[in-house]
């Protein structure tokens, strides 16, 4: 069950010609494969393309209507793989991950496909997630598109622009039987805007008639000498050409001409929204996109069309690339291009742009302020003044900077996997320092405060392969943390049979939360829900146990005390041989989004609902925060001391607690504090239970009287 | 003259509803014939705290087609700010994405720390008033007030508060009325929504601007006035500690009784003593505040009285919005060690148990995994009554005896030291490392003991007052104790000829 549902979103996907889509960028691109006959469908989930598979594996109903195949693929590289019927068979086929870290998965079955060329046509849809807020490393997708020859779309990021990308990049496809990558920016993914839609099309070939059909492809698609070598000739002779002469006839690229002809500006298909409004913001543009120097926007980043470029340039005293990310191989092909047709055109680009980070509009504009110097109709007016005024002190007021503490990434309230890493850390102090090898997802956060355990995280699934150097030896063993999603994705291969074919002697804690959580909570294999269009419920401890790990402990994620001592005896044991952890307990969203629904109907059916929540006695509290050193749950907030004797402020459970029990469990586990209490609010109880809580009441209310009033009056 | 496109970045929390903020702003403006687009980073909110979603607006009317709308908020160039924290507004400002030319910056007053706020072991809080008066300075229009209790009070999701306050400023071109529809329009948990809604609506039209109130909420008893010993503390001490006096005195009645109240006053007396008006007793202040929370310090018996109090439970009922005649449980979790329950018993069978291995193992085992006991209910509420009656007993308990000694070498100390006042001063506030419960009062008591045999080595050196403050930092810095080791090692290697 994935994060958001869809079923008002599916509504949309059947819209008819001439009628009006509004919603997200990422929704409008799964439109536009249903208005393009695509035959199959596939990828696996990350931001921000997750929201495609999710609307998808909906719309399971749209799919059969249209007889398209989808398949929620195990990993990026099942994904690209998945592409190799298109070589075949003349299907359409499209296929979507997160980038780059799905694409560095896939590149292997990207290369061998690209090698092979398609007959259908098919998309690699990209969500490309670079800039602020990013949550991968920073790389460019650009380099895989260049080293495997396929071919790369950056459309404008607008619905209109980017449903027709998808659809002529199919085309693209077929014209040059070759893959086309589709990247979208994380903005654009989820840019909210309205396009008229087509009809959608069905399949010209469903998967069904294509088993019908068998062909062999033969020889011809064997990835091996001496056919790659002729692959790699038809790369270069047959495909290249023809894709360029269809960039060119379909006028892929745009050019938006303007007056100050002597300059102009290439760009990014991706970046043309900012950069038209840092001309706006110079006077040098309106707001429908009206410049006064003209515009190359390369809708397809790569190949480059030479002759474009070079018509584009001739007789331009200076052209500005603007290209985000780096290397600039954009700036780079165009110096050379210019070069060899010996253009006098100067090039400028990263210099004047900085050479890494996002292109916020401010960055390029404070470029083109430079750029296009000579060209500004109000140059004496100071547009970029404000920059001037950005992070200094307001009159009246200072030290803001100092007051203002940085908000770092966090589990959520109620997460299980916080009592593992609480555990973890309590651990630490019991047997000492013991090295702990983190991964991708919601599980990496044990590298951060308050828990900050171990040493990197070094690819999905990868946690125990990056410790496989490790020699582990009793009482001195790596824990590689693992969430049950990189677990699937390839953790299973590369982290438990890599280490018992090594015979290991570390420790795999495999931290299972039912669903790919970091990803949106999708489905995945070990998922104890029923999905009856998947096949769930397959147990992570068989599969470990069915490679041959012969010490496997599972436990419940909450219970810090049964957490805490399957650890130590993982870690101290004398025997030896891999062992494996499995802390699983439901990720605190999903679980949410499931009760929430079910407390509601028990609520208007007048029914006995128990709600739990947790506190704090200010009293109590001696403010050392113990707690939030070993917990850090974000509903714990804190409060002045009510008490005048004491400064420190007190911890204070806030509204958004949603009663998991961890600060209870902390507090007993670690010996901490009498100041956590819980609370279990009864709602529609029945009348005796109503009436047994108010006889206590009375009684307590008795006891209390009779020591309160006698020692007010006690000196 | 083509108008100018209307910017709005929302800055909002997760669970603070800033996405659903982003549709109803887009939905209100599309209805009303504008164009809208809005773009964000969703699902960050969630686990890392913040986020912006942006909307971009434009009038329909005359426009040839769509302008091009940037897909993020640019410094300088932004009509609207929306915040769902302080913290979140003042970074706003700090991004420049709050100008005092164009900028209505709306939000909520309350704040949520930081992590790196509450791990601190001081108080790690930055200071709001600071960042609250930089918003003033910053905004063209500033409308703030604590919408996190307006969203409990009413119900709903802060967005809909942050929404009302939004219509309520005016800055948009739109009716109360066409927020309002978006809002039914949605259908779901209307009237909450609405009722938010109003609240917001009205506070922004009346330009508030306000930090959240301060809780006026007190946990402790109240001074004893006109008592006899409250008419001795008149009569001992100068009018400036009276304030102060009335609350220990109070709290140490509760505590023990009127004559340990008079034992702490007696205690006291000597500090004042030597203290003066001209330096505003600032001495005599913290060593009477320090003195008696430590004579009120929460071992078990003082834990279970106050678990027990009619105060508390209001405090419980009050702090969770519950209704009065309502049917709740409270259920504690208190987990003694063996050490706690040696402080219970009298001095001379808990000095002999406390040093038995044996013992320890014992109690240990019988203390282990902690309780949980419901104070509501009867049964647990008269284990803690109980509990909370033995007080008599503790004057000869073997807890007392450890912390009557501990305040006497305490006193002495400071009366030791009327040469440097400065120097009195920091190691009075040395005894604020000697709290909390278990392992971590352990760790106190020994950074407390390790900082008091240096002070041999400080002793007579000028800056002395001020490497004792160090010193007690350093003994916060971490949880194993090694910064207080390296700091004193530090020390005992820069001062060895003074110490010998």
């Known amino acids: 069950m994935a994060e958001r549902s869809f079923t008002k979103e599916i509504d949309k996907l059947r819209l008819g010609s001439g009628e009006e889509f509004n919603g997200e960028g990422i929704l409008a691109v799964t439109k536009a494969l249903l208005e393009s006959g695509v035959s199959y469908v596939g990828g696996y989930q990350g931001a921000p393309i997750s929201h495609l598979l999710d609307v998808l594996s909906d719309a399971r109903d749209i799919l059969a209507d249209t007889g398209i195949e989808f398949v929620a693929s195990s990993s990026e590289a099942a994904a690209a793989a998945m592409l190799g019927v298109s070589a075949t068979y003349p299907l359409r086929g499209a296929v979507a991950w997160k980038s780059t870290v799905g694409t560095n998965v896939a590149s292997d079955a990207l290369a061998n496909l690209a090698s092979t060329g398609v007959t259908g046509g098919a998309l690699i849809i990209l969500g490309e997630d ?36 998808v659809k002529t990049g199919f085309e693209l496809s077929e014209a040059s039987r070759t893959p086309v990558m589709l990247t979208l920016r994380i903005r654009a993914c989820h840019l909210y805007g309205r396009f008229t839609c087509g009809d959608n099309v069905r399949p010209a070939m469903t998967m069904r008639e294509a088993m019908e059909e068998t062909r062999d ?23 290249f050409p023809a894709a360029l002469d269809f960039i060119r006839r379909e ?44 515009i190359y926007v390369l809708n397809v980043t790569y190949p480059l069309c030479n002759d474009e470029v070079e018509d584009f340039c001739r007789g331009k005293r200076s052209v500005l690339v603007v290209e985000e990310g780096q290397p600039e191989f954009i700036e780079e092909a165009v110096r050379a291009i210019l070069h060899k047709s010996a253009l006098a055109t100067t090039v400028m680009g990263k210099g004047e742009l900085p050479r890494a980070g996002e292109y916020s509009v401010e960055v390029i504009r404070n470029a083109l302020a430079v750029f296009a110097a000579g060209k500004r109709p109000n140059a004496s007016r100071d547009v970029i003044r404000v920059d001037a005024a950005v992070g200094t002190t307001p009159a009246g007021a200072a030290g803001l900077a100092q007051n203002i503490a940085p908000r770092s990434p966090s589990l959520c309230t109620g997460c299980p996997e916080r009592p593992v890493f609480t555990a973890m850390k309590m651990l630490r102090q019991e047997l000492g320092h013991f090295h702990v090898s983190g991964d991708i997802g919601c599980n990496g956060f044990v590298l951060l405060p308050p828990f900050g355990l171990g040493q990197g995280t070094f690819g999905y699934g990868l946690s125990a392969a990056s410790a496989s150097a490790l020699p ?19 953790g299973l291969s590369s982290g438990v049979v890599n280490a018992i074919y090594n015979k290991s002697d570390n420790v795999i804690l495999v931290v299972d939360n039912d669903y790919s959580a970091a990803t949106g909570g999708q489905d995945i294999p070990s998922t104890r829900a029923t999905n009856i269009a998947r096949s769930t419920k397959h147990d992570i401890g068989d599969a470990v146990r069915g490679v041959g790990v012969n010490w496997v402990r599972e436990v419940t994620s909450y219970d810090i005390e049964e957490v805490k001592g399957a650890l130590r005896d993982a870690l101290t044991t004398e025997e030896t041989g891999l062992k494996v952890v499995i802390a699983t307990s439901e990720c605190m969203l999903n679980r949410q989004r499931r009760e929430k629904q079910v407390v509601k109907k028990k609520l208007s059916a007048g029914q006995r609902v128990v709600r739990q929540k947790f506190g704090v006695d200010a009293e109590t509290c001696t403010g050392d925060r113990s707690c939030m050193r070993l917990s850090g749950c974000p509903s714990l907030g804190l409060r002045d001391n009510p008490d005048p004797l004491k400064r420190e402020p007190v911890v204070h459970v806030e509204e958004s607690c949603v009663g998991c029990g961890h600060c209870g469990e902390v507090a007993h586990a670690a ?28 009684v307590i209310g008795f006891l209390q009287r009779r020591i309160e009033p006698i020692e007010a009056n006690a000196s | ?104 910056l709306i939000t909520s007053s309350h704040r949520e720390y930081t992590t790196e706020e509450k791990l601190s072991r001081f108080d790690g809080r930055r200071d709001s008033t600071v960042v609250f008066d930089n918003c003033v300075a910053a905004a063209k229009r500033f409308v703030a007030f604590d919408m996190r209790e307006i969203s409990a009070q009413a119900g709903c999701p802060l967005s809909a508060v942050l929404f009302g306050t939004l219509a309520g400023a ?49 946990t402790v008893p109240e001074a004893p006035i006109g008592t006899d010993l409250a008419a001795e503390v008149r009569r001992r001490f100068p009018a400036q500690l009276h304030d102060l006096l009335d609350l220990a005195v109070a709290r140490l009645i509760e505590y023990q009784g009127a004559g340990y109240a008079r034992r702490y006053l007696d ?33 078990v018996i003082r834990v279970a009285d106050i678990k027990t109090r009619r105060r508390r439970f209001a405090s419980v009922a009050s702090e969770n919005r519950l209704v009065a005649d309502g049917t709740w449980d409270v259920t504690e979790f208190l987990a003694p060690r063996p050490e706690e329950a040696f402080d219970l018993l009298p001095a001379s069978i808990g000095k002999r148990l406390a040093a038995s291995p044996l013992a320890h193992r014992m109690f240990g085992k019988l203390l282990h995994g902690g309780f949980t006991i419901r104070t509501s209910r009867l049964r647990g509420f008269l284990l803690l009554y109980v509990i909370a009656r033995l007080r008599g007993l503790r004057p000869y308990s073997l807890g007392q005896q450890i912390e009557s000694r501990l305040i006497d070498e305490w006193l002495d100390l400071l009366r030791g030291m009327s040469a440097d006042y400065a120097l009195a001063l920091s190691t009075a506030q040395l005894l604020t490392l000697v709290r909390g419960y278990g392992s971590t009062l352990e760790r106190g008591r020994q950074s407390y003991h390790a900082i008091v045999a240096a002070l041999s080595l400080l002793i007579g050196h000028a800056d002395a007052a001020e490497r004792v403050d160090a010193l007690r930092e350093a003994a916060l810095a971490d949880e194993d104790g090694k910064a207080l080791d390296r700091a004193i090692d530090a020390l005992s290697q820069s001062l060895p000829a003074r110490a010998a």
């Open chain 1, 472 to 490: 582990g030896v009793p009482g001195k063993r790596s824990i590689s943390v693992m969430g049950d999603g990189g677990f699937w994705h390839n």
């Open chain 2, 1 to 104: 003259m083509t108008a100018r496109i209307t910017t709005i970045a929302i800055n909002a929390m997760g669970g603070h509803g800033g996405g659903v903020l982003a549709d109803w702003i887009a939905e209100t403006a599309e209805a009303e014939g504008y164009f809208a687009q809005i773009t964000s980073v969703p699902g960050f909110a969630q686990r890392s705290g913040a986020t912006i979603y942006y909307v971009e607006i434009y009038p329909r009317a005359g426009a040839p087609a769509a302008p091009v709308f940037a897909l993020m908020a640019v410094p300088g160039h932004t009509d609207i700010v929306i915040a769902s924290e302080l913290a979140e507004g003042g970074r706003s400002v700090l991004r420049g994405l709050v100008t005092p030319d164009r900028t209505t």
């Open chain 1, 217 to 239: 492809f033969g020889a011809e698609g064997y990835t091996g000498p001496p056919h790659t070598l002729r692959h790699e000739q038809e790369k270069i002779h047959s495909r």
């Open chain 1, 671 to 698: 010996v901490l504090c009498p100041s956590f209490y819980r609370l279990d609010i009864v709602t529609n109880e029945c009348p005796s239970e109503r009436w047994r809580a108010r006889l206590r009441r009375s």
């Open chain 1, 251 to 294: 006028k892929l690229n745009e050019i938006f001409d303007g007056p100050d002809d002597d300059l102009g500006i290439i760009v990014q298909g991706g970046m043309y929204n900012n950069l038209i409004r840092a001309l706006t913001q110079l006077d040098l543009c309106d707001v429908f996109g009206a410049s006064r120097i003209p």
């Open chain 2, 267 to 299: 205690r006291l007396q000597p500090i004042v003593a030597t203290d003066t008006a001209g330096r505003g007793y600032a001495l005599s202040l913290e060593v009477a505040r320090l003195l008696a929370l430590r004579m009120a310090h929460e071992d």
């Open chain 2, 170 to 218: 005016a800055v948009l071109p739109f009716a109360r009325d066409a927020f309002e529809r978006t809002i039914r329009h949605g259908g779901i948990a209307v009237a909450a929504n609405l009722r938010g809604f109003a609240t917001g609506y009205d506070r922004a039209v009346a330009g508030t601007q306000s930090l959240p109130d301060v809780e006026v909420r007190t």
């Open chain 1, 130 to 165: 670079y800039g602020e807020g990013s949550s991968i490393m920073q790389e460019r997708t650009h380099a895989f598109a260049m080293k495997s020859q396929v071919w790369l779309l950056d459309p404008r990021p607008n619905l209109p622009s980017i449903v027709k990308a």
